[in-house]
């Protein structure tokens, strides 16, 4: 049997008569190979009581294994990590369950550099020094164990970690200490990476039925990447053969267990989408390499068009891996209307339509013309390098087209819109921020007019009357075109030394003006805090503006000025008014425009329909700003940035021939959130113009 001495090394002594126990010989570091400590340490751990104290007032020990396991993270040394426990175990001291769930996050090593909060930073030698003494560990001497050098830490293998990870949560099962989210998460990646694909659905299994484990998209993904031969394991020769039908069938599975196990009861966008958790890019790229390898049409045409609603620019990844399979479908042995591993798999709701056809029915395939440019005036590609006479033909025919969202799409977002202003959020929106930099969420009850009495009662009949009062407004309202949030507008450009308090009046009239001297058969809505109608806040020399805002004579007799209620956010109005579909009674006369530079990151954070809500914003927000001084029309010019004629998206277009086009936006110089390309915004190796990936159907 073995022991462990003061630094920390493994040592063998006798059994004794008492505990009749052989000498077994002890591999560092596995923990449960001597079933006579670790029975003793379990039946120490659960009469232990341990004590709600400030950190200097806890046992010495617990704080030396707790910062010796912190100090483990920090340099990534899992074989120190795992001594140290197993030396806490046999002296019987208290492990706090945080050290439990670093340990395991140690042993599964794909997220380093990622400490939990609390670990201490970069060590310098003084400081290592101090630390060694702490920890009672030899920093500078690798243990040996019987003769064998513990692996150094790079070079422990994936199998090995699993197994370390396997012991340590069996132990946490027999001391009761419940797995969170992020250990449940590091256990499932660990198990997939190995290719232990049982183990890791038995790991899954268990974090859906812990209370504590609140199931995210990160839990899912290592399995599904993991089927789809993302970690590639096994005897194939390649990454490809790795993947077959049944492991493919199984990634989808795991979809729908996500999309099955999380969320609410709440009908969200006509089939509970959301707040389900739901797949990002990279797991579609991963599903979509799989249907390429298994040339799985169904599966493809489900991910292409779930895709195409969700992620308007893909990472170069995934337009690699999109061209791929359009690439190989001339070439493919599997014949269209094959069987899919769709069969007897009920997916997700989708958000949209299908995209098409992915798969060319008379085999022939399909022509890729990459980097084509765009007319942005019009819409129109030019494909480049057209040597085929079939393709010439469709030269400047190939126009891209604006998309629309779904009619749910729009409710839904009306609905989020409404449950933030009436409850302070949407369900299952889990973070206490508003997010964009506003602060905490206001619930139902808390405004300005009637925190004081405490009164929550009246403070929520005070909130929901006034937003009853606003949409009846709207219900009785004429047609409109545009909705103007006039704060942003009045306080452009006002942040300078001794700037008024009100906001400037004569820009929201500039704009105004603007617009009805561009189409006077245009209504419009100007959104503003009753505030800023105040003789306390409001300069004399406005109301006249104001009253005329208010009045039926040219060229105010089409504007209508809503003045929204103190204590509620007047950007949950104008957003309501501008959610209307095409189509509604409120905007017959096409889209509804919003007038505001606000990129409205608070409710881009709110709202769980992300992906609708970014695309309403690139079809329905017009940016504005002010040129020089107009001498004869006595303002300054009004400069406005409407939406382009086109969708920036993945999306199916018809040419000249009859021919199908599938066109994938490329990134381009600028572009934000390009995560899975490594970067937040897309340097200047991207292109400065918009690009395009054209692929035609050759026919």
Same mark, same amino acid.
């Given at each position: 049997?073995?022991?462990?001495?003061?630094?920390?090394?493994?040592?063998?002594?006798?059994?004794?008569?008492?505990?009749?126990? *052989?000498?077994?010989?002890?591999?560092?570091?596995?923990?449960?190979?001597?079933?006579?400590?670790?029975?003793?340490?379990?039946?120490?751990?659960?009469?232990?009581?341990?004590?709600?104290?400030?950190?200097?007032?806890?046992?010495?020990?617990?704080?030396?294994?707790?910062?010796?396991?912190?100090?483990?993270?920090?340099?990534?040394?899992?074989?120190?990590?795992?001594?140290?426990? !197993?030396?806490?175990?046999?002296?019987?001291?208290?492990?706090?369950?945080?050290?439990?769930?670093?340990?395991?996050?140690?042993?599964?090593?794909?997220?380093?550099?990622?400490?939990?909060?609390?670990?201490?930073?970069?060590?310098?030698?003084?400081?290592?020094?101090?630390?060694?003494?702490?920890?009672?560990?030899?920093?500078?001497?690798?243990?040996?164990?019987?003769?064998?050098?513990?692996?150094?830490?790079?070079?422990?293998?994936?199998?090995?970690?699993?197994?370390?990870?396997?012991?340590?949560?069996?132990?946490?099962?027999?001391?009761?200490?419940?797995?969170?989210?992020?250990?449940?998460?590091?256990?499932?990646?660990?198990?997939?990476?190995?290719?232990?694909?049982?183990?890791?659905?038995?790991?899954?299994?268990?974090?859906?039925?812990?209370? !504590?484990?609140?199931?995210?998209?990160?839990?899912?993904?290592?399995?599904?990447?993991?089927?789809?031969?993302?970690?590639?394991?096994?005897?194939?020769?390649?990454?490809?053969?790795?993947?077959?039908?049944?492991?493919?069938?199984?990634?989808?599975k795991v979809w729908v267990r996500m999309y099955n196990h999380s969320g609410s009861n709440v009908n969200l966008f006509g089939e509970g989408i959301s707040p389900k958790i739901q797949l990002s890019e990279v797991e579609y790229a991963s599903l979509i390499k799989a249907a390429t390898a298994l040339h799985d049409h169904a599966v493809m045409e489900r991910l292409l068009s779930d895709l195409a609603e969700r992620v308007l620019v893909p990472g170069l990844n995934t337009t690699e891996s999109i061209l791929n399979w359009f690439s190989s479908d001339g070439n493919s042995n599997v014949g269209y209307g094959a069987s899919s591993t769709l069969e007897g798999i009920t997916l997700p709701p989708r958000d949209g339509s299908s995209i098409g056809n992915v798969c060319n029915e008379n085999g022939r395939g399909w022509k890729i013309f990459n980097g084509c440019s765009i007319d942005s005036s019009t819409g129109h590609l030019t494909l480049n390098n057209v040597e085929d006479g079939e393709f010439s033909s469709m030269i400047g025919t190939l126009k891209l087209k604006p998309v629309e969202l779904a009619d749910n799409a729009w409710s839904e977002m009306r609905r989020m819109n409404s449950k933030i202003v009436l409850d302070g959020q949407v369900e299952g929106h889990v973070s206490q921020y508003q997010g964009g930099g506003k602060g905490k969420k206001r619930p139902r009850?808390?405004? *300005?007019?009637?925190?004081?009495?405490?009164?929550?009662?009246? !403070?929520?009949?005070?909130?929901?009357? @006034?937003?009853?009062?606003?949409?009846?407004?709207?219900?009785?309202?004429?047609?409109?075109?545009?909705?103007?949030?006039?704060?942003?507008?009045?306080?452009?450009?006002?942040?300078?030394?001794?700037?008024?308090?009100?906001?400037?009046?004569?820009?929201?009239?500039?704009?105004?003006?603007?617009?009805?001297?561009?189409?006077?058969?245009?209504?419009?809505?100007?959104?503003?805090?009753?505030?800023?109608?105040?003789?306390?806040?409001?300069?004399?020399?406005?109301?006249?503006?104001?009253?005329?805002?208010?009045?039926?004579?040219?060229?105010?007799?089409?504007?209508?000025?809503?003045?929204?209620?103190?204590?509620?956010?007047?950007?949950?109005?104008?957003?309501?008014?501008?959610?209307?579909?095409?189509?509604?009674?409120?905007?017959?006369?096409?889209?509804?425009?919003?007038?505001?530079?606000?990129?409205?990151?608070?409710?881009?954070?709110?709202?769980?329909? !992300?992906?609708?809500?970014?695309?309403?914003?690139?079809?329905?927000?017009?940016?504005?700003?002010?040129?020089?001084?107009?001498?004869?029309?006595?303002?300054?010019?009004?400069?406005?940035?409407?939406?382009?004629?086109?969708?920036?998206?993945?999306?199916?277009?018809?040419?000249?021939?009859?021919?199908?086009?599938?066109?994938?936006?490329?990134? @381009?110089?600028?572009?934000?959130?390009?995560?899975?390309?490594?970067?937040?915004?897309?340097?200047?190796?991207?292109?400065?113009? *918009?690009?395009?990936?054209?692929?035609?159907?050759?026919?």
């Open positions: 049997m073995d022991m462990v001495d003061e630094h920390g090394a493994a040592k063998r002594i006798k059994s004794s008569p008492e505990n009749n126990t *052989e000498e077994t010989p002890y591999e560092f570091p596995l923990l449960l190979c001597n079933p006579t400590f670790i029975t003793k340490y379990i039946s120490f751990y659960v009469s232990y009581k341990p004590q709600k104290a400030k950190t200097k007032n806890l046992p010495s020990e617990i704080l030396t294994a707790r910062r010796s396991i912190q100090h483990c993270c920090r340099d990534n040394d899992l074989p120190k990590g795992i001594q140290v426990l !197993q030396r806490a175990i046999v002296e019987c001291v208290y492990i706090e369950p945080q050290s439990f769930y670093n340990v395991l996050n140690l042993c599964e090593g794909s997220s380093f550099g990622k400490v939990h909060v609390g670990t201490p930073k970069p060590r310098n030698e003084k400081a290592d020094k101090t630390n060694n003494a702490q920890d009672g560990i030899n920093h500078n001497q690798d243990p040996n164990l019987d003769g064998n050098e513990v692996e150094p830490n790079e070079e422990i293998s994936l199998s090995r970690r699993l197994m370390y990870a396997n012991e340590i949560h069996s132990l946490m099962s027999k001391l009761h200490i419940p797995c969170t989210e992020p250990t449940y998460t590091a256990l499932i990646r660990l198990a997939s990476r190995v290719g232990d694909f049982d183990r890791a659905e038995r790991y899954l299994e268990d974090a859906e039925r812990t209370q !504590q484990c609140k199931g995210k998209l990160r839990m899912y993904s290592a399995l599904i990447r993991g089927y789809c031969g993302d970690y590639f394991h096994g005897t194939a020769t390649n990454k490809e053969e790795s993947v077959t039908k049944e492991r493919l069938s199984k990634a989808l009850g808390s405004n *300005e007019t009637t925190s004081k009495n405490g009164n929550n009662d009246k !403070q929520g009949s005070y909130r929901m009357n @006034k937003w009853q009062q606003f949409e009846s407004f709207l219900s009785s309202h004429p047609p409109y075109n545009y909705v103007i949030d006039g704060a942003n507008v009045g306080y452009f450009q006002q942040n300078f030394n001794n700037a008024p308090k009100h906001v400037d009046y004569e820009q929201i009239d500039w704009l105004i003006r603007h617009l009805f001297e561009s189409d006077r058969n245009k209504h419009i809505i100007l959104f503003l805090h009753e505030r800023h109608f105040s003789s306390n806040l409001c300069p004399k020399w406005a109301f006249n503006l104001i009253e005329a805002w208010d009045g039926n004579e040219s060229p105010y007799d089409k504007l209508t000025v809503y003045r929204t209620p103190a204590g509620m956010n007047d950007d949950w109005y104008w957003m309501h008014a501008a959610l209307m579909p095409v189509g509604n009674s409120r905007a017959e006369s096409g889209p509804i425009l919003a007038i505001t530079n606000d990129e409205m990151r608070d409710h881009h954070f709110q709202m769980l329909a !992300q992906g609708s809500f970014l695309r309403w914003k690139e079809r329905h927000q017009v940016h504005f700003d002010f040129g020089g001084y107009n001498e004869d029309r006595r303002r300054r010019e009004v400069l406005l940035q409407y939406p382009s004629l086109y969708s920036r998206r993945i999306q199916m277009i018809k040419g000249s021939n009859g021919s199908d086009a599938i066109v994938v936006p490329l990134p @381009k110089r600028g572009d934000e959130g390009r995560y899975v390309d490594g970067c937040h915004v897309a340097d200047d190796s991207a292109p400065e113009e *918009e690009t395009y990936a054209v692929i035609c159907k050759v026919i």
